[in-house]
């Protein structure tokens, strides 16, 4: 009873080319100790990246040590720590606890291996877990805890892991996650396991095409949806409207050299802004195309859609996603749900916990 593998508790770790966000996360889903990190991605390689991950976990083991997290469960549901009763007696006794991690790029899960990532460049098949446990291994010995890295996947897999366990996926096992942010990313649920196709590159949703002779994507394809849908490219589209001589309230900001941002734009289309409106109902356009093509290949039971632009919210994103998409699937694919996700800013950290209790290279 004493191994710490038949609990459900882990530590969530959210790599980014910026920051490093990481958490202690409950067999419920619900985060606490949270800290954040630089990557420090510019002064160092891989292993110096791997250090900034490890001093990630290890505030975040200081932070449940302190609050003694242990102790106090936070929820009804949550089975208590197996050797929690001996606490007090084997003081000494160091518990393992799983680490889960999720990096931006084509991520190798099952050997822990980043091949490659638009947020570290020059990295080439960097054994990041190998890296990370041995920084771990460093941290011995903290008072309480041993962490050791269990499972490292792609950031947005990891988070649609999260939404699968803990957020809006819960009571499904067919299901699809969209991201709207820099990027369009995507993750595929086929029978409750993250679908990694032939090569590891599978669930890329946001390069679906949408438009064949449409604007020009980051990957060097024509009309991909993460062309219309992605941050950038929803401001670049507004931009060009406003250049075309539409008018807007928004263009007193670009007039002033104010960079527009898609928070504005949902923000002036709130307050009536016809252009604002027009270009969120035609992103929705967009994603419902793309989506329609996802249904009729996976049959999914829901698409959970998250990232900072799915805070555009129902009226604004949500209705033209679904009017489309009932208008252009056939009856029974177009039975598929489509939600916002639940986990906010906490899906990576929750989604990479997940992958520690998955153990993806155990
Ligand atoms: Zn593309």
């Known amino acids: 009873m004493n191994s710490m593998e038949t609990t459900k508790h882990s530590i969530g770790v959210d790599l980014g080319g910026t920051d490093i966000k990481a958490g202690w996360v409950s067999s419920v889903g619900d985060v606490s100790c949270r800290v954040v990190v630089s ?3 510019e002064t160092g390689g891989p292993k110096v990246v791997a250090s900034r991950i490890a001093e990630a976990v290890r505030q975040v083991l200081v932070k449940a040590e302190t609050e003694d997290i242990w102790a106090t469960p936070r929820s009804d549901s949550e089975e208590p720590p197996p050797n929690r009763v001996d606490a007090s007696e084997t003081h000494d006794e160091v518990r393992e606890i799983g680490v889960g991690l999720g990096s931006p790029g084509l991520i190798i899960a099952e050997t822990g291996v980043v091949h490659f990532s638009p947020n570290f460049p020059g990295w080439s098949d960097i054994p990041l877990v190998t890296y990370v446990n041995a920084e771990l291994a460093k941290l011995q010995p903290l008072k309480k805890y041993k962490p050791i890295l269990r499972g490292m996947d792609n950031d947005v897999n990891a988070m649609t892991l999260g939404e699968l366990h803990h957020g809006a996926g819960v009571g499904y096992n067919n299901l699809v996650a969209l991201t709207l942010g820099t990027g369009v990313g995507g993750g595929v649920v086929i029978e ?14 946001g390069h679906t095409v949408v438009e064949p002779d449409g604007r020009y994507c980051g990957c060097g394809n024509q009309g991909c ?11 670049e589209r507004i931009q060009e409207k406003i250049a075309a001589g539409r008018s807007t309230t928004l263009a007193a900001a670009t007039n002033a050299g104010t960079p527009l941002t898609p928070q504005m734009i949902a923000e002036a289309a709130q307050a009536g802004d016809e252009l604002a409106i027009e270009i969120f109902a035609e992103t929705g356009r967009y994603i419902g195309i793309a989506l329609t093509s996802i249904a009729h290949i996976l049959n999914p039971q829901i698409a959970i859609i998250g990232g900072g632009i799915a805070e555009a919210g129902e009226k604004l994103l949500f209705e033209p996603i ?3 998409f009932s208008k252009r699937a056939m009856d029974i694919p177009a039975q598929m749900k489509i939600v916002k996700a639940h986990l906010g800013n906490d899906a990576g950290i929750v989604g990479a916990a997940m992958l520690a209790l998955e153990g993806f290279f155990k």
């Open 322 to 324: 679904r009017a489309e």
């Open 39 to 41: 990557t420090d991605v």
């Open 225 to 235: 949806l993460e062309a219309y849908a992605g941050a950038k490219n929803i401001v």
């Open 192 to 205: 409750g396991e993250v679908y990694h196709g032939s090569q590891n590159t599978a669930g890329e949703l």
